[in-house]
């Protein structure tokens, strides 16, 4: 599969992001999920020619968009390391920092991946395919209680142990190596995702299983990439290297992760713990900018999978 800028994902909430980062054009900002390139080729367009800009993403496909650039340096790296990369790079503060953390176009189409239940692919979800468990290893390897327990915390599915129990009585038979072999193992015919689900406000029996399908293929990637601890760790180092009035801006598809970025923004750290001053008063380095955005109807039309998109701004203010 060749793949290019345009191929690889289609930015979300373009404009409203880099809006909200504010752009000064001697700053330095990051981009934590360079992707296609299509949020950093607009940052870089705002930029002057003292600006920077460092790109973050641990997919080797991402690298075949690299743009040449002197005010641009790509790091090859899961974003957790945001902190720790600066340090590198001898920048102690920086101006802005903008994360899109929905999976690109190009995970789920590509076909070898394993992210998408359309495709008869091998179950790896690994974002960085040079490292880790693959998520043949989870659904071999893991315990029915942790299998459950991943399916029910990450997926939100409440026959999480019905699943999970399915899972381990086939493994036991043969091993789980595709994405075929796991929807047989539910008793889904793999035909049958190739259907289009039909938008209605009351889901019918074929809609449902593939909501669900979704949502324990979205658990098992989110175990795979350690997703929940990478963000934590990344939406901490951003706290560390932002500088005072430097913006946050975060774009989430899901409510396990726009949780975490919520309470950032509104206590100062993703487990939504407040700190109160002497007068009662949230502690916060943060300062909410603006309030939610949502893809437009146009947006979503163009873009199905920005549907789920929210979009958030913090000021750092101390």
Do not use: C
């Not at 991946?113 to 490292?131: E, I, Q, T």
């Not at 909410?288 to 873009?303: H, L, S």
């Amino acid at each position: 599969m060749i793949v290019t800028a345009e191929t690889y994902h289609v930015p979300v909430l373009l404009q409203a992001s880099i809006d909200g980062l504010a752009i000064q054009p001697a700053g330095v900002y990051i981009d934590v999920t360079f992707g296609g390139g299509g949020h950093s080729r607009e940052i870089l367009r705002r930029l002057g020619p003292e600006g920077h800009l460092y790109s973050f993403d641990q997919d080797a496909d991402a690298e075949n968009n690299i743009f040449s650039d002197d005010r641009f340096t790509f790091v090859r790296s899961n974003f957790r390391y945001v902190k720790q990369w600066m340090r590198y790079y001898g920048v102690e503060r920086i101006d802005g920092l903008l994360a899109d953390l929905g999976v690109s176009s190009h995970h789920f189409d590509d076909e070898t991946r394993g992210f998408s239940f359309r495709y008869d692919a091998p179950l790896d979800m690994r974002m960085n395919k040079r490292a880790g468990l693959t998520a043949a290893d989870v659904v071999n390897g893991y315990s029915e209680q942790q299998l459950a327990d991943i399916f029910y915390l990450y997926g939100e599915l409440r026959q999480a142990r019905h699943l999970a129990a399915q899972i381990v009585k086939a493994r036991g038979r043969q091993p789980l190596l595709t994405t075929g072999d796991l929807l047989a193992a539910l008793g889904v015919d793999i035909s049958a995702t190739q259907q289009p689900v039909p938008a209605t406000h009351h889901p019918s029996p074929t809609t449902q299983w593939k909501k669900d399908m979704a949502r324990l293929f979205q658990a098992l990637r989110i175990e795979v990439n350690h997703e929940m601890e990478a963000l934590k760790e990344m939406l901490r180092g951003a706290t560390d290297v932002l500088g005072n009035g430097g913006r946050l801006v975060v774009i989430s598809y899901h409510s396990l992760e726009d949780r975490l970025v919520k309470n950032m923004m509104k206590v100062g750290n993703a487990e939504g713990r407040q700190q109160q001053d002497f007068f009662g008063r949230v502690e916060s380095p943060f300062h909410p900018v603006g309030k939610v955005t949502v893809p437009t109807a146009e947006e979503q039309a163009q873009n199905p999978r920005s549907r789920s998109a929210k979009l958030r701004i913090a000021e750092r203010t101390r």
